[in-house]
């Protein structure tokens, strides 16, 4: 008899310390029966994301300050400057890992809970579904161990990805069925790093060094390598890299894949200081100056998004009739952000609240020592194992350059020579009215092309594609006509060809 006739596949049954073990019966030997244990990877290789700028919940002592809830939300359209102020304060709030979990008990026994695991620092709107799609797609192995149960055999996710060029993209960053195949001797449990994202992303740096440490211990014994894969999305980026590259923690990290990241800073930042934040975004955390500039100019994180030096000049310009300046002609701190008199000026002393004297003195160090001392010490500095993804469509309009641009005065100038709330223009006098007018060119909606740096000898692999930066890991592509499979967005296959790229450094087990 044929032992093939009596073969029986056993699946591995995970307990709850992160083994796995078979259930087998007992069978006569004459009935020639063969089990066979399926192997499962069991080597583990943690992969961590770090959200952007607001993208971690935050509380207080009293109650929750910033999460995807109606009780957290409920209180910012009607919130006033004050009362902003006075919530989003970096040195009253801390992460809030109580938030809500899309498919809590998908990953069942073979890692601990999305719990432990920090999802519930995310904030759900804009990363629920995409950190569960993310770990499916970095966990789809067990499509080769349902393989030996039904006669059609199924791909993985990482397997559909091989030999698939993403748009114009160098050939070498296709991935191989070699480097495919190797990546499934490991499996990678996603971790989220919540942090304060009002306070200076260094500190965040240092509290990153920290996570990592506890991840690892996490998985003593059952690590394939003692290092983690990053995952960043926006200033998460900027977060992983400080303490990269200025920590010393480069020996911690097998290899960084940045989404949307502001290498160089955006004028954004300026913008939102000057005239609060656009769309459904600006109704919660603030849609005019008055709102928004009280909480940014007391909150290192947001302001180290500002262009740096590297940025370049003249990415501000003010028009008055025949006259046009550009800004900054070499150095924005002193140009801009630390200039109290001209009107284009980044922060009004009179919005600041308080005692503005006191704030604005808190403001000018706050330039002086996080802001700078983080943007240029950063600048150029990348993980030797660096990948990357950005926007760079024509429909998702940017902030390349801004440009104040004087208009008619249409109407009174309200008192002290400030806009109304949600207004886009600034007044500085009776007879002149100036609106502020972004350049419109490709980008991802926050970040424009001139804010990446796409070479280095650090950086290995560079994806530009149709993506909006809020939704930058977005189940659905924006834009399905142009995506390789309708039904992934290409920066989430980029994302997970990239950790199989990084992972071919680790021999298989």
């Known amino acids: 008899m044929d032992d093939s006739?009596?073969?029986?596949?056993?699946?591995?049954?995970?307990?709850?310390?992160?083994?796995?073990?078979?259930?087998l019966t007992s069978q006569p030997k004459e009935n020639n029966y063969v089990a066979v244990c399926l192997m499962p990877p069991h080597k583990i290789i943690p992969v961590i994301?770090?959200?952007?700028?607001?993208?971690?919940?935050?509380?207080n002592k009293e109650n929750k300050v910033w999460e995807y809830s109606f009780e957290s939300l409920k209180k910012w359209p009607l919130a006033g400057p004050e009362k902003r102020k006075q919530l989003l304060d970096p040195k009253t709030t801390f992460v809030d890992d109580s938030g809500n979990i899309f498919n809590e008990g998908a990953d069942g026994k073979k890692f601990p809970s999305r719990c432990v695991r920090g999802?519930?620092?995310?904030?759900?709107?804009?990363?629920?579904?995409?950190?569960?799609r993310l770990q499916y797609l970095l966990s789809d192995d067990d499509i080769l161990l349902d393989n030996y149960f039904r006669e059609a055999q199924l791909q993985t996710a990482r397997q559909r990805f091989t030999g698939v060029r993403i748009g114009d993209e160098p050939a070498e960053q296709v991935l191989t069925e070699e480097e495919a195949a190797h990546g499934h001797h490991f499996l990678y449990p996603l971790h989220v790093f919540g942090y304060n994202w009002l306070q200076s992303n260094a500190d965040s740096a240092a509290l990153l060094g920290q996570y990592i440490s506890k991840v690892l211990g996490?998985?003593?014994?059952?690590?394939?390598?003692?290092k983690v894969i990053l995952v960043t999305h926006s200033m998460g980026g900027l977060v992983a890299r400080h303490y990269s590259e200025n920590m010393n923690g480069q020996?911690?990290?097998?290899?960084?894949?940045?989404?949307?990241?502001?290498?160089?800073?955006?004028?954004?930042?300026?913008?939102?200081?000057?005239?609060?934040?656009?769309?459904?975004?600006g109704i919660i955390i603030g849609d005019s100056a008055e709102?928004?500039?009280?909480?940014?100019?007391?909150?290192?994180?947001?302001?180290?998004?500002?262009?740096?030096?590297?940025?370049?000049?003249?990415?501000?310009?003010?028009?008055?009739?025949?006259?046009?300046?550009?800004?900054?002609?070499?150095?924005p701190y002193t140009e801009i952000y630390l200039n109290k008199t001209d009107w284009w000026r980044l922060c009004?002393?009179?919005?600041?609240?308080?005692d503005t004297n006191s704030e604005w003195q808190d403001f000018v160090y706050r330039?002086?020592?996080?802001?700078?001392?983080?943007?240029?010490?950063l600048n150029g500095k990348y993980h030797p194992q660096t990948w990357l993804f950005y926007g760079a469509s024509a429909d998702n309009k940017s902030d390349a350059f801004l440009t104040w641009k004087e208009r008619p005065a249409l109407r009174p100038v309200p008192v002290m020579g400030y806009p109304e709330p949600s207004s886009p223009t600034y007044r500085y006098d009776a007879g002149t009215t100036f609106e502020l007018i972004s350049a419109g060119t490709p980008g991802d909606g926050t970040v424009p092309v001139k804010a990446i740096r796409t070479r280095s000898p650090r950086i290995f692999g560079v994806l530009t594609t149709n993506v909006d930066h809020e939704g930058a890991y977005a189940v659905d592509p924006e834009d399905r006509s142009r995506s390789v499979y309708s039904d992934l967005s290409d920066a989430l296959m980029f994302t997970v060809r990239s950790v199989v790229k990084i992972v071919q450094q680790v021999p298989a087990p």
């Open 5 to 23: 006739e009596n073969r029986a596949y056993h699946r591995p049954i995970w307990d709850d310390n992160g083994r796995f073990h078979y259930e």
């Open 49 to 59: 994301f770090i959200p952007g700028v607001m993208g971690s919940n935050l509380k």
């Open 119 to 132: 999802w519930g620092s995310a904030f759900y709107m804009s990363y629920g579904e995409a950190l569960d």
């Open 218 to 226: 996490l998985y003593h014994g059952r690590l394939a390598v003692d």
């Open 251 to 281: 020996s911690k990290i097998l290899g960084i894949v940045h989404g949307v990241m502001p290498d160089l800073g955006s004028p954004a930042a300026y913008r939102r200081m000057k005239i609060g934040e656009r769309g459904i975004t």
């Open 291 to 331: 709102k928004l500039m009280p909480v940014l100019a007391q909150s290192p994180g947001p302001l180290q998004l500002l262009p740096g030096k590297a940025y370049g000049p003249g990415w501000l310009k003010i028009e008055s009739g025949d006259t046009q300046q550009s800004l900054p002609k070499s150095d």
């Open 348 to 354: 009004d002393k009179d919005l600041l609240l308080g």
């Open 367 to 377: 330039i002086k020592n996080p802001v700078k001392e983080f943007i240029e010490k």
